[in-house]
Structure formats: structure tokens, C-alpha cells
């Protein structure tokens, strides 16, 4: 495999151009972006520089791509990085700092021209300090060692970007015009620039670990898909083309011997939201209205992410653990209705009631939900590389693909358990371990397995939820406590306040770094940056922090009259007391919805299917205006709709090699 540039030299010639010069090797050659065209150029080796190029201070460890907003295009560079390990003789690096580099000669990131490109350029930041990058220069962190063996001979002299999971190649949309250069151009070959890049938290992890005398290193990777990406509630279940939201694939390496390529394990697991079309509609209520749609391309989606996940994986268990009464049940209903309606070969249902299998804190009772994986993992296995063999010993032929509502606590524990069995069946294979030995003997390498399964659990619920994952004290110790579950209700609350009041914007970053959304030159609607609520729905919020001072006031000044201030204070709760009944009878006006791709379609679906409630929608809407709101929404969706249908047009022509650019 083609290993990138490692260093770059950063020179800026005026308003003209900008020019990478790759450190290493010497006469590499360099890559040059005229600011004014956009046009990206790969020089002739040893191309003098302009004698007006300045050299920039920082050193460049990589392009994360380039994206274009409102009045200019730009070109996002990797300018930190910090070393987290090494895996098969590689270095694996975290993306710690970044700069963004205006082409339009005449924009300012620092100071933009207009508050619509302020805000874009404020949503591109967010989303890099928010999720940590991780990457390699000369090893694909994208796929697992199975996928990478099984292509071990056609991959040998293609570039990295070349060989990355589609999925998982976080970066791929802002890389698109790198690629285009370099399909159209066989001169202009760009790969030694394209930095493939895995989103997460703590998506790589890896420990020197020893047991009974034998050296080993143990690894966890979690890889997060590029598709239908976003937050807890706004990305639910599964789309047109089979993706669902929250998608990870997460792989547990052992490595055992003298260095990494002597003995290779590997397992995976997935997990992915239940893929029928459904949705949790905020209205500032701790649980939000349920929505489940019954539309006729539902069977479609569900069948594609079947057979995607079929055709890498090989064989599904299907492990669910929403409830089965209450809130959540008509999820699990639409679920099972939609895999019995479609009878797939080499598709197995599994229904574990979590909650009420290990309430009063019973976490042994997940041994219940192993017993009837065992048949399953058994024929599954795993990925067994020995370096003195000519072929795998052993090969994965099946995946479990594991759910609860949010695929994060119940969904981490069912999987740290599943993974922690399979640990044990293969150290018992290798003969680290005899058959009457398990790994909960060795504290040392349980500590460090229990730590990284909840970094992981955190990883995957900070970049879905906002906060770190509940349960976890299970996770880390193998026991509930009393300070867990203090720790999950301080969690609990500010999920409650991150997925009402500031996951829009979040969701905004993430539609706009993955092509979902794509500003137009030019573009500049106010509804981004103003509030086009009527004023009486943005007044009331006003009117109750007033009515609560008032109340405060009343409690610290002096008094005059006992009798007065009763009267005085019968006011202002009732004022607050009507505000607060206003606010939540309207709790959908106040919810930070994303505004770049709007959800008015979801919010106010009224076709077949299941609804636990229309709350938070005013005290009655008239049919009419919601007609109107849904029509207004529609044609919204449908811009977006085509626009990323034109987006996803380029990008599979980029991959079938056309040499047709992206407008």
C-alpha cells in the first residue's frame, strides 16, 4: 500500500496561491491550489517556488479536505496531531489542531464578511473540536484485519484512499475534489495527499498486556459510519438507501507474540438503530413523542441494510433490547413485523428484555442473552492469522448486530459481555488459558478490558448523545453501585438539556462536513442566523425569567406588609406558572431543531403508522396551517433531497473513475 506525505510545508504566495511541499521526501512533488480558480495543480518534480512565497510557521501533518460555503471555498489542514499507539508496525495518530484557509482572496476566517458565512465557518469548527480524528499515514484503520487480509494481493499498490472503507472514510465528501483531480488526470496523481481520516473520541485504544508469562497486545477499534451521521434524535432509524443512524462497527484485536503480525485475533461486532422508519419528536418533555412510519419503501430499506450488512459480515444475529411494554414497544414491534415480513436466509432474530431480565440489578442475568448466542458465536467465530501459516487458521463468518433505543448503554453492556466470551474462547484456543481458566482471574488485564469497553461506550454516546454512556460503573467494575447511578442521572439530565437546547447545530455541522448539506455560492437566507418565531412564542420565555426575579426579589427585599406581599407573590407564580404551561404546550417551538436540512416532515407526519402523542405542538393547530407547514417543509426536503442526490451522483462517479468534477 502507498503510503502518504507525512509533513508538509505550508507556502503562501500573496493572494495567489497555495503550495504544500512535502518535507520527506526530498523532490517530492509538491501540490499547489490557486486561491482564485480553486484549480489544484501537482507540480513537476523540483519546481522552484515563487521568490514571493512565504512559509507558513506551522508544519501540515495532512489535508483534511476542502469545502465550500457561502462566498468562498477553503482548505482544511491538520496543523497538530499526538501519537496513540502503534498497530502492525504503524504509527496511529489523533488530529489535535486544525487551520482553515480561505481561497477567496477577499474572506476572512476570522473576521467573515457576512454572519451566514460566520455561522457556516462556526459549524466547521465545532464539528473538528467536537469528534477527534484519528488517522495513519501507511495503515488503513478503516477496515478490519479480515477485510484487509482478504485483499491483501489487489490492494498491494493502491493508495490508501483507494482501499478505505466507504463507511467508515469519515472524510470522503471534503476529499472529493482531490480524488476528481486525480481520476481525471493520470499526471495528476494526488493520493500521496489524501488523508483518510476515522471519526470518534477514543476510537483506538491499544495495551501491552500479559498473561500466564505470554506477551500480548490487546486492541479496540470503533469505527463510526459516514452515513445518516448525526445526533441522538435527530437521526433515527433508517433511510431510503438502508443506512441507519448510529451505525459502528467495533473491532477487539489480539496480538500475540513478538511483534504484531506473529498471531492475529480479531472479532467484530456491530451495532446500528432499528432500521424501519421511525423518530422521537423533541417537545421538551423527558421523553419525546414516538413516532413510528409505515411507508411502502419501509420493507426496501430494511432488506438493503440487510444485504449490505450480509455481504460484509456474512451471517446476522439480530440481538434487540428495547422493551417490550411502555414507551418503546411499538419499536420493537415495527422491528419484528418488518424482519418476520422479510424471512431472510442467514437472518436470525435474538429478543433480550434487558430491563426487566436484570432489573433490581441483577447484570449476571446477561449471561441469559450469552446462553442463547453461544450456537451462534460458536459457528461465527473469528479472524485468526498466524504468520507462520500460508492461510487464516480461522476466518469470521458471521456478526452479531446489536440495538436498544439509542444503541449506546444497553446495547455497550450486551456487547463488552459478548466480546468478553469471545476473549476467553480464544485465549483457550491459543492455550493461554486452560479450559477450567477464565480471564476474570487475571485483574490486571481486566482492568484495562473494562476500561477500554467504557471508553468505547463513552466515545460512541459523547459523539450520539452529548454525554458520556450510563452504566458504565457495570462496564468498568462488573458491578452496579450507588455512585454509578448517581453518575447516570447527572448524564440523564444533560442529555435532557444537550438534545433539546444545542443539538441543532450540531446536527447542522454534521450535515454540512458529510455532504448532506451544500451551501450554494452566494447563499444567504436569514432564517439561519435570525429567530422567525412569532413574537409572542420568543416573549414568554422572557416574561418567566421575569416573573422568577420578581419572585427572588420579593424573597430578599424588605418587607412592608405581610398581607401585600401574598398577594404580590399569588401574581407572580401565577405569571410563571402560566409561562411555564405556555412553554411546554409549545415545547416543539423551542427545541434547537436543525436549520440546514429541517425535520418539519417528521414533526408533523400524519400518514400510517404509530404516534404515542402530538404534544408540544400549541394548544390546537388548525389543519390548514400544518398543510401549509408540511407542503412549505416538503419542497425543502425535496431541494435537499436532490442536491444530495447529485452530491452522492458525484461521489460514486469519482469512485467509477469518470473525470467529471463536482460544480
Known sequence: ?????????????????????????????????????????????????????ERSGKTIYGIYGTISLALSEYVIVVTGRELR????????????????????????????????????????????????????????????????????????????????DDRFFWNKYLQSRLIDVTLGNPD????????????????????????????????????????????RYFRRGVDHEGHVAN??????????????????????????SVPVFWAEINTLRYKPDLQVMDLQETVDATRKHFEENLSTYGEQSLVNLVNQKGHEQPVKEA??????????????????????????????????????????LNRYGYFHLDASKPEPLRVQSGAVRTNCMDNLDRTNVGQSAIAKWMLNRQLKTLGILHESDGIDRYEDFMKDFREMWTDHANMISIAYSGTGALKTDFTRTGERTRKGLLEDGYNSVMRYLKN???????????????????????????????????????????????????????????????????????????????????????????????????????????????????????????????DKLKEGAGARARRLAEGHRRVKSKLVEVEMGTKERMD
Open 247 to 272: 451505525f459502528n462497527e467495533t473491532e477487539q484485536i489480539l496480538l500475540v507474540g513478538p511483534d504484531d503480525t506473529s498471531v492475529q485475533l480479531s472479532f467484530v461486532q456491530t451495532r446500528g
Open 500 to 626: 433539546n437546547f444545542f443539538d441543532g447545530a450540531r446536527q447542522d455541522a454534521f450535515d454540512l462536513m458529510t455532504g448532506v448539506f451544500i451551501p450554494r455560492r452566494g447563499w444567504a437566507p436569514t432564517t439561519l442566523i435570525r429567530d422567525n418565531r412569532p413574537l409572542i412564542i420568543r416573549a414568554v420565555p422572557h416574561v418567566l425569567w421575569f416573573s422568577l426575579f420578581m419572585i427572588f426579589a420579593g424573597l430578599t427585599l424588605p418587607r412592608s406588609s405581610d398581607y401585600s406581599l401574598t398577594f404580590y407573590f399569588l401574581l407572580w407564580f401565577t405569571v410563571a406558572t402560566l409561562s411555564l404551561i405556555f412553554i411546554f404546550a409549545h415545547g416543539v417551538e423551542y427545541v434547537s431543531w436543525p436549520r440546514l436540512v429541517p425535520l418539519t416532515d417528521i414533526i408533523y407526519y400524519s400518514g400510517p403508522g404509530f404516534r404515542s402523542g402530538n404534544r408540544g405542538k400549541g394548544f390546537g393547530i388548525p389543519a390548514l396551517q400544518i
Open 85 to 164: 499507539g502503534r498497530l502492525m508496525g504503524q504509527n496511529i495518530y489523533r488530529a489535535t489542531d486544525y487551520d482553515i484557509l480561505p481561497l477567496n482572496p477577499d474572506i476572512s476566517v476570522t473576521n467573515p464578511p457576512h454572519p451566514v458565512e460566520a455561522h457556516l465557518l462556526a459549524l466547521v469548527r465545532s464539528h473538528l473540536a467536537g469528534g477527534s480524528f484519528f488517522f495513519s499515514y501507511a495503515w488503513d484503520l478503516t477496515r478490519r484485519l479480515q477485510a484487509q487480509w482478504t485483499a491483501l494481493h489487489e490492494d498491494k499498490d493502491k493508495p490508501l484512499w483507494e482501499v478505505a
Open 188 to 231: 495528476q496523481n494526488l493520493s500521496p495527499y489524501i488523508l483518510p481520516v476515522m471519526y470518534g473520541k477514543t476510537a483506538f485504544d491499544i495495551r501491552a498486556e500479559r498473561v500466564n508469562g505470554q506477551h500480548m497486545r490487546f486492541c479496540l477499534i470503533s469505527r463510526r459510519s459516514r452515513y445518516r451521521a448525526g445526533t
Open 335 to 376: 422491528y419484528e413485523r418488518y424482519v418476520s415480513q422479510l424471512d431472510m436466509p442467514g437472518v436470525r432474530y435474538e429478543y433480550f428484555d434487558f430491563h426487566n431480565e436484570c432489573k433490581h440489578m441483577q447484570w449476571d442475568r446477561i449471561d441469559v442473552l450469552l446462553s442463547r448466542l453461544e450456537e451462534d
Open 1 to 53: 500500500m502507498k503510503p502518504l506525505h507525512q509533513r508538509l510545508n505550508l507556502y503562501t504566495n500573496g493572494n495567489e496561491t497555495y503550495t504544500f511541499v512535502p518535507a520527506e521526501p526530498v523532490g517530492a512533488r509538491s501540490l499547489t491550489i490557486y486561491r482564485n480558480s480553486g484549480d489544484i495543480i501537482l507540480n513537476a518534480p523540483n519546481t522552484p517556488l515563487p521568490v514571493t512565497a
